[in-house]
């Protein structure tokens, strides 16, 4: 086992920008997990085709909760990354919490750290990631200049150590000209959104459809991150899922510690409760107050915690942890090219949620 300092050295490269100055908690091994793999990513491939066959409803949803305009860079392509949540109930059986379509971070980064853990480089998830780009176009990385910025520019510098022609900056520094957009000189051929699009103005959205441009991972894949619409999918790994409405409320009521409560719209761990945790008078409030507010009722996985040994404050520590079990696959023009790393995130909370206290680890895959 390397010491922290090792591991931090070698980790430094994945982090161009900080040097690692985000010191994120990461276990000292691998984890093996005794599951069907490939059954496991064919079962949620098989998810994410009724998915998008649900486009239509996908588009009313994000013409919702974002704006109109939004919707007219959907291309109805579906080519990008999903990360699949997931968890192990009681039986250890691999069960679909929710579909991360917006923006899965730190993809390329994931490979450094992996490398790093396994002793021998991996380049899983960049080796997938090539396939979505062909070396004749001319690639324009689109990122944000605000947050946590070193995982655009390890996305750039990988790219182009392939010899991929690519650029990488803001909106700003694109130029529109003649239903084309421009860096400096060079027509741009694909935009990659290393950026939220549901950001975009009115204005800028505009923009880049009139550009003839092709994207990347298509805005029309984030229109899948609506919870609501798992309870339309029919699949082993999808767990009990309601609309929370007068039809519903009291089969939740009487099954009162099976179900979590969350939002359909909402990221992260926000306005998430899990049952047990509440009184019998806070969960018939909860239910009351939220019907009819783009609020389900899941099923609940007992999860139970396990102890693992993590980098963290300069030192190896020991911890006990709650965890689930997220593939990231990729997906060009609505067709699976195949499953990259598989994240395990570990945290001190029962929502298992990088905005909680956490960690991360890795599934072997070698």
């Known amino acids: 086992m390397k010491t922290y300092n090792q591991f931090r050295e070698e980790l430094k490269s994945a982090y161009p920008i900080t040097h690692w100055e985000l010191k994120l908690p990461i276990a000292t091994n691998l984890e093996d997990f005794d599951v069907d793999f490939d059954k496991v990513v064919k079962n949620l491939d098989n998810i994410m085709q009724q998915l998008f066959a649900k486009k239509d409803q996908a588009k009313e949803i994000s013409r919702s909760a974002f704006a109109k305009w939004f919707t007219d860079l959907f291309t109805w392509e579906f ?31 994931h490979d450094n750290t992996y490398s790093t853990l396994l002793d021998r480089q991996n380049n899983r998830n960049l080796d997938l990631f090539l396939q979505l780009f062909d070396k004749n176009d001319y690639i324009f990385i689109m990122y944000e200049n605000a947050g946590f910025i070193d995982s655009h520019f390890l996305e750039y510098e990988k790219v182009k150590s392939r010899w991929y022609k690519v650029w990488i900056w803001t909106f700003e520094d694109i130029i529109f000209k003649d239903w084309f957009a421009y860096y400096k000189d060079n027509k741009i051929d694909v935009l990659r959104f290393s950026v939220s699009p549901w950001r975009l ?15 990347i991972n298509t805005p029309d894949v984030a229109s899948m991150w609506d919870k609501s619409l ?15 409405d007068e039809s519903t409320k009291d089969v939740i009521i009487q099954n009162k510690n099976d179900y979590v409560i969350k939002p359909t719209n909402k990221d992260e761990w926000n306005w998430v409760y899990i049952w047990l945790d509440l009184s019998q008078k806070k969960r018939e409030e909860l239910i009351n107050e939220n019907l009819w507010r783009q609020y389900l009722a899941q099923e609940y996985i007992q999860v139970s915690p396990k102890k693992t040994q993590i980098y963290l ?5 020991q911890s006990e942890v709650y965890y689930d079990f997220c593939p990231h696959i990729y997906y060009k023009e609505r067709k699976m090219i195949w499953c990259g790393q598989v994240l395990v995130r570990y945290s001190a909370n029962r929502i298992v949620n990088v905005l909680k206290w956490w960690w991360i680890w890795y599934y072997r895959q070698d």
């Not at 404050?313 to 520590?317: G, H, K, M, T």
């Open 79 to 109: 080519t990008w990354i999903v990360r699949f949540d997931t968890m192990f109930n009681q039986n250890w059986e691999l069960k679909l919490v929710e579909v991360n379509t917006k923006r899965p971070d730190w993809l390329l980064m």
């Open 201 to 215: 103005d009115e204005n800028q959205i505009f923009l880049l459809k009139s550009a003839k441009l092709k994207y």
């Open 230 to 244: 798992l309870q339309w999918v029919e699949n082993e790994m999808i767990m009990k899922t309601y609309a929370l």
């Open 313 to 317: 404050d300069w030192d190896i520590v």
